[in-house]
């Protein structure tokens, strides 16, 4: 008779992981990614994020690499506070004080350039560079596990370094699990989610879904949806392929005519562009009615919340942020049936 209790009671511990594994799966991610402010928070800024019934906040400490240069800085003399190591552990804090669940998202800036064009003709240089990413990613790793976080990212949209370093993402990979417990995701780019060569060794796949969807100034959802229909089915495919969930690590719209097009082209000329906060809001809409009743899309986090104080409101106004906007009341219904 004990030998049967202790046979049931190992079959039980041995499938608490898998349980565990499931739950998070089960649970679609209603994320926001935070800005880090360049000072302390002066109160708690998950509040906000609360009320609109966002359950998951992603932090991102950003790091630097100059253009056509083999480095990556980051720390206190390199980063606002709220991307400093400081900075993180008290978001973190403050995120857990209230039952939030996070993505820690350490992410790297190129100045005058984009990390996906990142390249090296120098086997030394990438080395240098491999190096201190590797620095800067175990920094926060352990952060992570210190603080329980849920979920980590180990790179950002790195389109070119991502398949002609794959040995070295991979074995970042297998440094990271030797130091963080949580679940692993990467960002990939809209364009380049099908050619990553390591989703294998991760637990979930993360686009940054900046899709382009409509050249129209004030497309209707209906199109929208139908633009979403080929784009769905490919990344179906891929997560079944793969027998990975999705998260979109970064969604989200400008709130600007046109703002469901080439947002990367619109970023650079947000301020002469016509507000169209409606075309934000049913941008947004397309997006979760595609989506969200899919089994194999685990959540999203919209990019950007500024936390209080941070932001003047001139330069919300055509900005990402759904902040005082339509999108805000459309974020907020939708992350309520999640």
């Not at 649970?27 to 302390?40: H, N, Q």
């Not at 030797?178 to 990553?196: C, P, Q, R, V």
């Not at 497309?219 to 979109?248: D, Q, Y």
Request: net charge neutral; aromatic share 14%; with cysteine.
């Amino acid at each position: 008779m004990i030998n049967r209790l202790i046979l049931a009671l190992n079959c039980i511990m041995c499938l608490i992981p898998c349980i565990q594994a499931q739950e998070i799966c089960d649970t679609k991610m209603s994320g926001m990614t935070l800005v880090a402010p360049p000072s302390p928070f002066s109160q708690n800024p998950m509040m906000p994020l609360l009320d609109i019934n966002a359950q998951w906040v992603a932090v991102v400490p950003y790091a630097f690499t100059p253009n056509n240069e083999a480095k990556v800085y980051f720390g206190n003399n390199h980063q606002w506070w709220g991307e400093t190591p400081e900075g993180v552990e008290e978001t973190l804090s403050l995120a857990k004080d209230k039952g939030m669940n996070v993505m820690l998202k350490p992410q790297v800036w190129m100045h005058g350039s984009w990390v996906g064009d990142m390249s090296f003709d120098k086997e030394r240089d990438w080395m240098t560079w491999e190096k201190d990413y590797k620095d800067y990613i175990l920094t926060f790793a352990r952060i992570a596990e210190k603080y329980n976080v849920e979920l980590f990212c180990i790179g950002t949209e790195y389109k070119k370094a991502a398949v002609k370093r794959e040995s070295y993402w991979r074995g970042l990979i297998e440094e990271v699990k030797n130091i963080y417990s949580g679940k692993l995701t990467y960002s990939a780019n809209w364009d380049e989610y099908e050619d990553m060569p390591f989703w294998d060794a991760l637990d979930y796949i993360g686009i940054s879904a900046y899709f382009p969807l409509s050249e129209s100034d004030d497309p209707t959802k209906k199109e929208l949806k139908k633009a979403w229909g080929p784009i769905k089915k490919k990344i179906a495919k891929l997560s079944s392929h793969h027998n990975r969930p999705v998260v979109f690590t970064e969604y989200g719209y400008l709130s600007v005519d046109g703002c469901a097009g080439k947002t990367w082209i619109l970023e650079k000329k947000r301020n002469q562009l016509k507000t169209n906060q409606k075309l934000q809001s049913t941008a947004l809409e397309a997006l979760f009615e595609t989506f969200v009743n899919e089994e194999f899309w685990s959540g999203c986090f919209y990019w950007k919340w500024y936390p209080f104080g941070y932001g003047r409101e001139s330069r919300r106004l055509n900005d990402y942020t759904p902040q005082g906007k339509m999108a805000e009341k459309t974020i907020r219904q939708w992350y309520s049936k999640f």
